[in-house]
Antibody
Framework: QVQLVESGGGVVQPGTSLRLSCAASGFTFSTYTMHWVRQAPGKGPEWVAV???????KYTDSVKGRFTISRDNSKNTLYLQMNSLRAEDTAVYFC?????????????WGQGTLVTVSS | QAVVTQEPSLTVSPGGTVTLTCGSS?????????PYWFQQKPGQAPRTLIY???NKHSWTPARFSGSLLGGKAALTISGAQPEDEAEYYCLLSYDKTRVFGGGAKLTVL
């Protein structure tokens, strides 16, 4: 069965960096478009970034220049490098297979990893 | 960045039918926005119900359907069940970027 397992969250100070990972299994990861979505406490989800199977990417305006989405298809792993973190980046970060770039979605989500940015 | 709008809350009786809508600040929602619908219950990750306007996943109950209605994306629940009480979010695509709606709290009462 399809599994997406995020890791790498934690408590960090403003201005620092963190790298999230999403380990995928149960499907041909290398052929699917992948997304990062975040959800601040008590708020709705916010779309963050997308990467195609071959590395094309797009970001929401608030993270452009600070966050980088990447993938290692040989390791079936999706990444989100987050730099210059701000308090407003505090959220649960989910990876999800939501399609795009001409690829249909599997529709699956991970359970999320919590990132807290606080001094 | 576009703003995606949903009704903040709706109520449906058990067995009843309810339609949730999803609008865009840029104009009419079309199939080119590839509308998605998600259900989220407290403490859980969102669950994808509908993608690309009307397509269902294998786990999507038959009572859920997606469409375009009056310039908006729509999610209709026909024969609502108590377990459908949840927050529902739509997601629209704008040139490969995506924007979530603010969510609709559905009460089954």
């Amino acid at each position: 069965q399809v599994q997406l397992v995020e890791s790498g969250g934690g408590v960090v100070q403003p201005g620092t960096s963190l790298r999230l990972s999403c380990a995928a299994s149960g499907f041909t990861f290398s052929t699917y478009t992948m997304h990062w979505v975040r959800q601040a406490p008590g708020k709705g989800p916010e779309w963050v970034a997308v990467i195609s199977y071959d590395g094309r990417n797009k970001y929401t305006d608030s993270v452009k220049g600070r966050f980088t989405i990447s993938r290692d298809n040989s390791k079936n792993t999706l990444y989100l490098q987050m730099n210059s973190l701000r308090a407003e980046d505090t959220a649960v970060y989910f990876c999800a297979s939501l399609g795009g770039f001409g690829v249909a979605p599997t529709g699956h989500w991970g359970q999320g990893t919590l990132v807290t940015v606080s001094s | 960045q576009a703003v995606v709008t949903q009704e903040p809350s709706l109520t449906v009786s058990p067995g009843g039918t309810v339609t949730l809508t999803c609008g865009s600040s840029t104009g009419a929602v079309t199939s080119g926005h590839y509308p998605y619908w998600f259900q989220q219950k407290p403490g859980q990750a969102p669950r994808t119900l509908i993608y690309d306007t009307y397509n269902k996943h294998s786990w999507t109950p038959a009572r859920f359907s997606g469409s375009l209605l009056g310039g908006k994306a729509a999610l209709t629940i026909s024969g609502a069940q108590p377990e459908d009480e949840a927050e529902y979010y739509c997601l629209l695509s704008y040139d490969k970027t995506r924007v979530f709606g603010g969510g609709a709290k559905l009460t089954v009462l």
